[in-house]
């Protein structure tokens, strides 16, 4: 299963984007999907999971602002990001996780970059 992120842009200071993770197979059998984001110069880390039976987790950094959701008849994970701040620049992917979302199970795609100005 390949996946190809997309939706990213440029926003300004509490604008919204929605972005998009379409796989190329099936994502209804993987126990949990997730959003992931790398920033310049740091390490990729966690934003946002959704399990297989909908339940939702997020990072405290976008916890109340970012909503994650998922489609399996169309193979496609969603983010919907609002009152985006500069710290949230990013380069976005997602992936399949087991249990923990540090536990990804796929190769990751191309990610969609997201760049907030202040």
């Known amino acids: 299963v390949q996946l190809q992120a997309s939706g990213g842009g440029l926003v300004q200071t509490g604008g919204s984007l929605r972005l998009s993770c379409v796989a190329s197979g099936s994502i209804g059998s993987f126990p949990g999907m997730g959003w992931y984001r790398q920033a310049p110069g740091k390490q990729r880390e966690w934003v946002a999971g959704i399990s297989k039976g909908g339940y939702r987790t997020y990072a405290d950094s976008v916890k109340g602002r970012f909503t994650i959701s998922r489609d399996n008849a169309k193979n496609t994970v969603y983010l919907q990001m609002n009152s985006l701040k500069p710290e949230d620049t990013a380069v976005y992917s997602c992936?399949?996780?087991?249990?923990?979302?540090?536990?990804?199970?796929?190769?990751w795609g191309q990610g969609t970059q997201v760049t907030v100005s202040s």
């Open positions: 992936n399949a996780f087991q249990v923990f979302p540090t536990q990804t199970l796929l190769t």
